[in-house]
């Protein structure tokens, strides 16, 4: 196997290469740091590039190849995190340069849990400011751009990491997502990406500013990837406001099991903001037929998320307050977000209304296991389409762009993104799964049959190999 394909390969793949002594850890970083010197100037997939660190954690991982009785799921295999997230001693932006020399003394929670499933972590990965956006374009750092084409966004806020991802600069990555930050990159660059269950991953030893809509979770190759990596960050940390057992069967066992038939509603619909282009239309009518003949009861059904939009919003923009950045150092629209936080007691009546219409939405699942949904409502848009826009047409514009994503992060439900085609531009088209709460199994198990049916792992991004 070349480079290239062993860049390419999946994570559970080279986690048994590795096993079998194919090839060392130390081998596997130095690969990905090459193609990361390569390709990440032209990418901007990483803020930061910890090699010194990642070298000598596999340096020390290849020795202990040779004693270890037994090792954990992910050894020597090598992973991004988020510049959101918090690993000791390398700096922690959240996408602002104001924040360059924030440099943890910590590692979250769910960092401490990548490093205990065996993973080298080899830098920080590009988001978006705060994570605020679904394009991931910072001021003082150079865009990020999709690997498949360089003009088009790989998406936000885990823009960074869908890139190192798609482009072979990682095996896997860890990504969060309070509004389609996991969902909405890994549409725009052909990966997996599961948005896990409120309570499924802690975000300890901090706490949640977000009411709960944000959580952490992977981002990868293929569904068994992802749902393994979701295996290794789950469970609870003390201290924890919400939690959900550890499951079982594991979900990498859900991943290889067939889901049976499901009842599966779909819509391309989403009011009060309008249909799906026909991209996103045509990547959820092509599931809704192959699930039909995989067996299952597909209907199309009306969805109706207006009540949850002001809400939503209020929440939102409270998240950029609770930040504590100066609002001169902030992009404008984060400015512009600011300056229309309100008082406590509104934010308080938003959660409040954001939980009636969160019940309402879940209620809709007791007659369905399973919605398909596109992940955004139109193709990635360009990098720096909306530059020259006001604050309030971005805002809309995203809105306008995102709207299937926020209500299972409103109501902490699972969802996955998966790939299931190209666009009239060649760029990656996908679907979204939303499960009941806390059923991520079902949606895994769903997501990789569909995976079997329609392929994915062979398509790679003509620029990077």
């Not at 009060?272 to 045509?282: E, K, S, Y």
């Amino acid at each position: 196997m070349n480079e290239t394909d062993l860049a390419f390969t999946p994570a559970l793949e080279l986690a048994q290469l590795i096993r079998r002594r194919e090839i060392s850890p130390l081998e596997l970083v130095e690969i990905y740091l090459n193609r990361i010197q390569q390709l990440n100037p032209q990418l901007g997939s990483y803020f930061t590039v910890t090699a010194d660190l990642a070298i000598a954690d596999a340096t020390a991982k290849t020795e202990l190849l040779t004693t270890a009785a037994e090792l954990p799921a992910f050894f020597g295999v090598p992973i991004s995190i988020k510049d959101l997230n918090a690993v000791a001693g390398v700096p922690c932006t959240y996408g602002s340069p104001a924040l360059l020399d924030n440099i943890p003394e910590f590692d979250d929670g769910v960092v401490t849990r990548i490093k205990q499933a065996g993973f080298i972590i080899l830098g920080k990965t590009a988001t978006s400011e705060l994570g605020s956006f679904p394009y991931t374009e910072p001021t003082g750092f150079p865009p990020a751009r999709n690997p498949w084409n360089l003009e088009y966004t790989p998406g936000g806020s885990s823009g960074g990491a869908a890139a190192a991802v798609a482009a072979g600069l990682c095996a896997i990555a860890q990504g969060s997502d309070g509004g389609g930050s996991i969902r909405g990159p890994a549409a725009c660059c052909g990966l997996v990406g599961i948005k896990p269950a409120r309570g499924r991953v802690s975000k300890a030893p901090v706490g949640d500013r977000l009411a709960g809509l944000g959580v952490n979770g992977p981002i990868a190759r293929t569904v068994a990837d992802a749902a393994a990596m979701l295996d290794s960050i789950s469970g609870y940390i003390t201290g924890d406001p919400y939690w959900l057992p550890d499951p079982e069967p594991s979900f990498l066992t859900a991943a290889q099991t067939p889901p049976g038939s499901l009842r599966i509603a779909f819509a391309t619909d989403i009011p009060p903001l309008g249909a799906a282009d026909a991209n996103c239309q045509q990547a959820v009518l092509h599931t809704v037929k192959l699930l039909a003949e995989l067996g299952h009861q597909v209907e199309e059904k009306s969805l109706d998320f207006s009540a949850l939009v002001e809400p939503f919003q209020i929440v939102w923009q409270s998240g950029i307050a609770a930040a504590g950045i100066p609002p001169e150092v902030l992009q404008p629209v984060n400015r512009w977000l600011l300056s229309r936080v309100g008082t406590v007691g509104e934010y308080i009546q938003a959660v409040y209304k954001m939980q009636i219409v969160a019940r309402q939405i879940v209620a809709f699942f007791d007659t369905v296991d399973v919605v398909i949904l596109p992940v955004y409502l139109h193709s990635p848009i360009r990098v720096g389409e909306w530059a020259n826009l006001s604050p309030e047409d971005t805002f809309q514009q995203i809105v306008n762009w995102v709207a299937p994503c926020p209500p299972a992060n409103a109501t902490g439900q699972p969802a996955i993104a998966l790939p299931v085609g190209f666009d009239s531009n060649g760029l990656p088209m996908s679907v979204q799964l939303i499960g009941k709460p806390a059923a991520e199994a079902t949606i895994i198990s769903l997501a990789a049959q569909l995976e079997a049916a329609n392929p994915w792992i062979h398509h790679r991004p003509g620029l990077v190999v």
